[in-house]
């Protein structure tokens, strides 16, 4: 019974290359109560491994958050396996807007202690106790409510590159940062405000918008199904696009165009830019934003010492790694002392206080 991949990353991808399959991109989420993680997650991935499934897929005793692709001709057998599953029957599908069939090269079933890791012990807090669903029609009006404080759940290298209009965007590397920062400073308007709230697919915002009404906010929503899925909304019933930028995704595509707006700038000279990448150099992996021209100017690397040491011989470069562990930077998601033109929104709820609230 095999329960790991047998094939490496580039070998998937030419086996994708050869099969000339279109694959669809999708990515779901179920808070539900999972006794044994275990056996559910060598059930997921026996049955989706059959089904060439690739992705990224977390179990925990919470529920499940699956990112994934599958080739579209199997894509009916993939929802009807999961519609065996009670607590997946019938869930809610995110179809990507953007497909690439090499945006996942290996299934990856993993068991978390959470679908989404947010810091907290308190087990007082009921997470299935969420706030309003909403779709993009009523998204819409909430967002132009001046009695509504719209906030981003996202990390500040997803919203750099794209945000809703007016959303407050907090500064942090984590949604566990997010949680007590939004509460504090929202902690004066717990009764008089609404508090709406949205994220890529929804899952974050679901177990923010259970928190913040465990800490006392009287009237908090969520955009249903996310970005992904306002999206598909207001394309179907030609409403308007509120959302500006690029949505940034967890894959190989790193982001979704949803308007034509660029709102972002090269970390390394200022100019318009909204793609983000890997500084070429493997022993730091910074992920930052880099326009063309930087990008053939300093060889996709985020420094001149990374571009020096990128320019040797690979040999010569794991030599250099050996026993030195990691760099720092490659944890990191666009914050780094030398890159100039980092947009710092460390501020974001002075200004929020100042001029909305």
């Given amino acids: 019974m095999q329960l790991y991949n047998n094939l490496s990353a580039k070998e998937r991808a030419e086996l994708i290359e050869q099969a000339g399959k279109e694959r669809l991109t999708i990515s779901f989420y179920k808070y539900a109560k999972i006794n044994n993680t275990e056996i559910f997650r060598n059930h997921l991935f026996l049955a989706w491994d059959q089904l060439e499934v690739l992705g990224r897929i977390y179990v925990a005793t919470e529920g499940i958050n699956a990112q994934l692709s599958v080739p579209a001709e199997n894509f009916e057998a993939f929802k009807n396996h999961l519609d065996t599953i009670s607590f997946l029957e019938n869930v809610r599908l995110n179809i990507a807007i953007e497909h690439n069939n090499f945006a996942f090269l290996k299934l990856k079933v993993k068991v978390r202690k959470k679908i989404v890791a947010d810091g907290l012990n308190d087990e007082t807090f009921d997470v299935t106790n969420k706030g309003v669903h909403v779709n993009a029609k009523k998204f819409n009006e909430l967002i132009e409510d001046p009695n509504t404080v719209l906030v981003d759940m996202r990390n500040h290298y997803e919203s750099e590159i794209g945000h809703f209009k007016n959303a407050v965007t907090p500064d942090v590397d984590t949604f566990r940062e997010s949680l007590d920062l939004i509460e504090e400073d929202l902690r004066e308007h717990k009764e008089d405000k609404k508090l709406v709230m949205y994220c890529t697919g929804g899952i974050r915002c679901e177990k923010a918008s259970a928190y913040y009404k465990h800490k006392g906010f009287k009237n908090v929503f969520q955009l249903e199904g ?40 090269c970390h390394q000279c200022g100019e318009p830019a909204d793609l983000h990448t890997n500084c070429a150099n493997e022993a730091c992996h910074l992920l930052f934003i880099q326009c063309d021209s930087c990008k053939e100017k300093m060889e996709n690397c985020c420094s001149t010492n990374c571009m020096e040491i990128n320019r040797l011989p690979y040999e010569e470069q794991k030599a250099l790694r050996k026993g030195q562990g990691n760099s720092n930077d490659i944890f990191k998601k666009g914050r780094a002392d030398h890159l100039p033109y980092k947009k710092d929104l460390r501020n974001i709820f002075e200004t929020l206080k100042t001029d909305k609230i």
């Fill in 226 to 265: 996310g970005i992904i899925n306002y999206v598909r909304q207001i394309e179907a019933e030609g409403l308007e696009n509120k959302f500006l930028g690029k949505n940034f995704v967890f894959d190989e595509r790193r982001s979704e165009r949803i308007s034509d707006d660029v709102i972002a700038n």
